[in-house]
């Protein structure tokens, strides 16, 4: 393990996961899964939630997602298939199916629903003073990213972003970081990449990044951060590290 205290010595590029690395994972998705149960179950008649909760790795009992389930790195247009297939399962048709997503499918308000996990833009603004650049590697969209990072106050301090739905493979595939990289002509090898999830951790080592840091703030348990060089309790750390103490 690297000390978190040199975390990110020799990086010029950090990449950010979104949800459950810069806002509160569990308070932006939970609310929606149980919102959109609901609303199937209304539309269609059919017993949808226990399954819908399944695939997605929901437990109502919690309010909480868990690192196996598809609310955790998968793109919002895959979400809705699987969706369907739930429906399907129930014996819904695919006529009353997509009727039913029509009315009910919606994507979380990425404004009122975005609770920042540590000063965001102390801590973009922070790495930045210090040369480095920050990016955004999100499962997703880009819509309500760019929301989201307008409200939290940051969008101007981001460098660079890949979503869902810009047409790069998903997590955990390398592929986010590598495109990331190219985009602002850094090395892999001069790369932090900061998550929460097993995906994120894949996604770092795959792409060759020089330091992959885990947080706890997400859905990811201490077992699934164990691949981590650096685990931390929050992206707030990572300037609270490099930042001495004043003197007495």
């Avoid at 996961?17 to 179950?41: P, R």
């Amino acid at each position: 393990m690297i000390r978190a205290s040199h975390a990110l010595d020799d990086v010029s590029l950090v990449v950010f996961d979104k949800d459950g690395t810069l806002i509160d994972f569990h308070f932006m998705w939970s609310g929606w899964v149980e919102d959109l149960a609901e609303g199937l179950e209304r539309s269609t008649g059919a017993p949808i939630r226990a399954p819908l909760f399944s695939m997605m790795g929901y437990d109502p009992g919690t309010g909480r997602a868990h690192t196996g389930g598809g609310l955790v790195s998968t793109p919002m247009a895959r979400l809705r298939d699987l969706t369907v297939l739930v429906l399907h399962d129930a014996g819904v048709s695919s006529t009353e199916a997509e009727t039913a997503l029509r009315a009910s499918w919606h994507a979380p308000d990425p404004v009122r629903l975005a609770r920042p996990l540590a000063d965001l833009p102390r801590l973009f603004g922070g790495l930045r003073s210090t040369g480095r650049r920050c990016a955004i590697a999100t499962s997703d969209d880009r819509a309500p990213t760019v929301r989201t990072l307008d409200a939290l106050g940051i969008d101007g301090l981001v460098d660079a972003m890949v979503c869902a739905d810009d047409g790069v493979p998903a997590k955990p595939a390398p592929d986010m970081v590598t495109h990331l990289c190219a985009l602002l002509s850094v090395d892999p090898g001069e790369t932090a990449v900061v998550g929460d999830s097993p995906a994120d951790m894949a996604m770092g080592h795959s792409a060759g990044a020089r330091v992959v840091i885990g947080v706890r703030t997400g859905i990811g348990t201490e077992r699934d951060l164990a691949a981590a060089d650096v685990v931390l309790d929050d992206v707030g750390a990572l300037v609270e590290e490099e930042t001495p103490p004043n003197d007495p």
